[in-house]
């Protein structure tokens, strides 16, 4: 069930709610099992929220097992009490380090999964981070999940990064549904891995009507044959897919993103270079910035999502850049023309909602 937050925690579509109220499910049953183990496990690049936070520390106080991954620069490098409060219960927090090396890398690699499981079956993913209380204006999206066998996918994962083993499996990328890892052992028929830069180059290249996608950040991100998502994009306008880009556009620009300047000044800054490519091959990019001005001019887009012939939805944390092809990021390729739908509800509401500069 897709998740949208529309910069309102209290939406009913937002992530916020159906996060506590698994976690209430969890302690429910807990009460009514007290022999039973009922776990919730958190993989979130950044968990600095206080009513997170509280709720967690209440789930354990009735006998939950809480365990949490997060990056170890969020945790280490903060002055948060809502990690030392964490830390000083007792529980499993675990900051996890990724620190690989390659001539592709634009910036350090994290962890930066998103993702929590409740018990066995119940999961959320997403492009949020659990910051609601200081980024609730935010604009992201996710999924969630009820299914023993995805469950059992999400904590392979989650024991693979407490030092487990990843288990390997094969996958068909035409199925309805695959979570894809970055250092996942997912593989196709002929034994190569699938991984999330692999789909979007892959789906990107199937397309035959519609791409839209909607993006926090947009890099040169490569394939294996150093095919560039950029270069697939004006292939497929160039085979008559109608292709639409919608970008925070704070971050579609080169340069310092923390100066004050005036929006005037703003929509003179250089673009990227792959977003300026993707411009001067005549691919349209929309770049989004919030109703109202600010001293430093501001886009609340975090979404990482893609919608290809009104019918396959891409989804998760995974930035479309280098770097996240090296960082701990989750996504999930969904064929469901109804789940879509949705997507591309989301996708028009944000063209409304927001300044669009093309």
């Known amino acids: 069930m897709p998740k949208f937050t529309k910069g309102l925690p209290h939406h009913p579509y937002h992530p916020k709610r159906y996060i506590h109220d698994q976690i209430d499910a969890a302690i429910a049953r807990k009460r009514s099992a007290p022999d039973r183990r009922e776990t919730i496990k958190v993989c979130v690049d950044c968990i600095d929220d206080a009513d997170f936070v509280n709720h967690l520390l209440y789930a354990m106080s009735q006998g939950v097992e809480v365990q949490a991954q997060v990056d170890w620069r969020k945790m280490t490098l903060t002055n948060s009490v809502n990690y030392l409060r964490l830390k000083r219960s007792g529980m499993e927090l675990l900051g996890v380090f990724c620190t690989p090396k390659h001539p592709l890398i634009e910036v350090a690699p994290d962890m930066h999964n ?3 499981l409740f018990g066995q079956e119940d999961a959320i993913l997403g492009s949020f981070n659990i910051t609601f209380d200081r980024w609730g204006a ?14 059992t996918l ?9 030092g487990g083993v990843i288990q390997k499996y094969q996958i068909d990328p035409l199925s309805r549904f695959n979570l894809l890892y970055t250092f996942g052992r997912q593989t ?5 891995y699938y991984r999330p830069h692999h789909a979007i180059l892959s789906e990107i290249n199937r397309a035959q009507r519609s791409i839209r996608i909607c993006l926090f950040l947009l890099g040169e991100m490569v394939g294996e044959h150093h095919d560039s998502v950029v270069d697939a994009l004006i292939r497929a306008k160039q085979r008559g897919v109608d292709v639409q880009l919608l970008l925070n556009g704070h971050l579609a620009r080169q340069g310092d993103p923390s100066v004050e300047i005036s929006m005037q000044e703003e929509l003179r800054r250089p673009l ?8 001067k091959a005549g691919v349209p990019v929309l770049l989004a910035y919030g109703r109202y001005d600010q001293p430093v001019p501001y886009c609340p887009i975090h979404s990482k999502y893609c919608v290809v012939d009104e019918r396959i939805v891409l989804e998760g ?10 960082s701990h990021d989750l996504y999930v390729v969904v064929a469901d023309a109804a789940i879509a739908r949705l997507y591309l509800n989301e996708y028009e509401q944000t063209l409304r909602d927001f300044r669009i500069f093309d």
């Open 154 to 162: 999400f904590d392979n994962i989650f024991q693979s990064i407490r």
């Open 188 to 192: 196709l028929p002929n034994g190569k």
């Open 138 to 151: 935010n604009w992201e999206s996710g999924m969630t999940f009820r299914c023993a066998a995805l469950g």
């Open 114 to 116: 998103k993702f929590i």
């Open 272 to 279: 990227l270079p792959a977003v300026y490519r993707l411009k």
């Open 317 to 326: 944390s995974f930035n479309w850049y280098n770097t996240s092809v090296f």
